[in-house]
């Protein structure tokens, strides 16, 4: 018997866009210049390697958003414990969304996530930096 989703991604995402900030990618060039903004890239490291990333944006996946947010947990990251403001991004706009309402409903603020996320930002003129992974030997 197939499963029954009762609240589908375009409900999540629907409620995460009505409850948080959204900045276009002109905003979030503007803003990444600022010392008080933290860039949070929430994409696999494959497509970061692919793609390339946002100068000095942080790396976090989204599976592990919540534990490194949380400082009780045993892999809170300090960088989410400073007093700034978090912009999140993904590839399109979409993993973004939840992400930053997760972090909101958390309790970290102020939060915003980029629309159109990284392609976005890209083709709207934003630095883009090549990464590659390091490969163990």
């Known amino acids: 018997m197939p499963q029954t989703i009762h609240r589908g991604i375009k409900a999540m995402l629907d409620e995460a866009n009505a409850e948080i900030e959204t ?3 002109a905003e979030a060039i503007a803003a990444a210049k600022n010392d008080d903004v933290v ?3 929430i994409r696999d490291p494959r497509e970061i390697e692919r793609d390339g990333r946002i100068p000095d944006a942080f ?3 989204r599976g592990m958003l919540e534990f490194w947010i949380d400082p009780q947990s045993p892999y809170a990251k300090p960088v989410f414990q400073q007093d700034k403001k978090f912009v999140f991004h993904c590839a399109g706009g979409l993993r973004s ?3 930053a309402k997760t972090a909101k409903d958390m ?3 102020p939060v ?3 629309s159109g996320g990284f392609a ?8 883009v930096e090549k990464f590659e992974l390091k ?3």
Not at 120 to 127: E, F, I, K, N, T
């Open 112 to 114: 915003a996530h980029l």
């Open 97 to 99: 969304a939840l992400a």
């Open 107 to 109: 309790g970290l603020k």
């Open 23 to 25: 900045m276009t990618a």
């Open 135 to 137: 490969k163990k030997s």
């Open 120 to 127: 976005a930002w890209r083709d709207a003129g934003g630095p």
């Open 59 to 61: 790396s976090c996946t």
């Open 39 to 41: 860039i949070v890239d």
